[in-house]
């Protein structure tokens, strides 16, 4: 923890299939939470992927920060709502992903079944970062 002079900064290591040395900054009087590139895909390996385990991990790490505004390194600043509503697709696709690895039809099935509606653009990016994370040759 900096103490800068009546705000503190927090510094703590979440590693992450991004990166393994990336670090979260969260401003407790201000409620806001700096991701950093945490929460984005291993853009290093053979092909982008994000794994299931580690996502999980890292999303129950960060729900333990009481914020109420969160900054993506690569995205405007989010409310604790925006944030949820991402992290809830995150933790949906992780959980199915456990139960279909690498299997990107059944994975988006589920998901759609699961939602009642389409995969959406974003979120098919999403699946096939999580199906190549579940192949241990991709």
Known sequence: ??????????????????????????????????????????????????????????LALLDMFDAEA????????????????DRNVLRLLATITMDFPGNKQRITAQYERLTGRAVEEEEEELITFFVNGSRRDA
């Open 70 to 85: 969160y900054v993506w390194s690569h995205g405007s600043v989010a409310s604790r709502a925006e944030y949820e509503k």
């Open 1 to 58: 923890t900096l103490d800068l002079g009546g705000v503190h900064v927090m510094l703590k290591h979440v590693g992450g299939d991004h990166s393994p040395d990336a670090v979260v900054a969260y401003i407790p009087e201000e409620k806001v939470l700096f991701l950093g590139d945490a929460l984005y895909a291993n853009l290093y390996a053979p092909s982008w992927r994000m794994t299931a385990e580690e996502t999980l991990r890292l």
